[in-house]
T-cell receptor, first 111, second 111 residues
């Protein structure tokens, strides 16, 4: 399958600030995208998803933006908290096939 | 994680010995997956199952076999463990609409 990658391996943000994590995907046919959060010693946890017929989707303090023209996905976390420190993965899927994961970005929230 | 458990959580084994990891789900989901996670590689698919006795290979299946005799259980076997199989192994299940749900992982060390 196609690979999904991340622009930045690490990101440090001051507590209370907003953070943006970026992801590039290569399969233009991908129609479903997910962001996962992985805390130390735990499995990845679903945060938010978006389908290719949408450009933006909001959750609680999180927003995912999808730009299909440039095959780019971003995760915005508002008013970051210490508990947001984790590794964040994007993943994509085409037509109910298997998800393909990026290598992850480590987000560190500075108190 | 709700609905999916992995066992054991930690295991140390010797090179050349067989090892079996277990994934158990209570969600009655059709799809189950085994991934390994290594630094710099993200999550890589080993094997997956799309029903009882229906399994297929992923991108890193060499040295691994799987079995699924019941909907709720998906077993991963390392036929003859090698040091390169030292990793964290995650099981995931897939229902409809929300990507994958992951287990808490098994940390395997082959010495």
């Amino acid at each position: 399958g196609e690979s999904v990658g991340l622009h930045l391996p690490t990101l440090s943000v001051q507590e209370g600030d907003n953070s943006i994590i970026n992801c590039a995907y290569s399969n233009s046919a991908s129609d479903y995208f997910i962001w996962y959060k992985q805390e130390s010693g735990k499995g990845p946890q679903f945060i938010i998803d978006i389908r290719s017929n949408m450009d933006k989707r909001q959750g609680q303090r999180v927003t995912v933006l999808l730009n299909k023209t440039v095959k780019h996905l971003s995760l915005q976390i508002a008013a970051t908290q210490p508990g947001d420190s984790a590794v964040y993965f994007c993943a994509d899927e085409f037509g109910n096939e298997k998800l393909t994961f990026g290598t992850g970005t480590r987000l560190t929230i500075i108190p | 994680d709700a609905g999916i458990t992995q066992s054991p959580r930690h295991k140390v084994t010797e090179t050349g010995t067989p090892v079996t990891l277990r994934c158990h789900q209570t969600e009655n989901h059709r799809y189950m997956y085994w991934y390994r996670q290594d630094p710099g590689h993200g999550l890589r698919l080993i094997h997956y199952s799309y029903g009882v006795k229906d399994t297929d290979k992923g991108e890193v299946s060499d040295g691994y076999s799987v079995s699924r005799s019941k909907t709720e259980d998906f077993l991963l076997t390392l036929e003859s463990a090698t040091s390169s199989q030292t990793s964290v192994y995650f099981c995931a299940i897939s229902g409809t609409g929300y990507g994958y749900t992951f287990g808490s992982g098994t940390r395997l060390t082959v010495v």
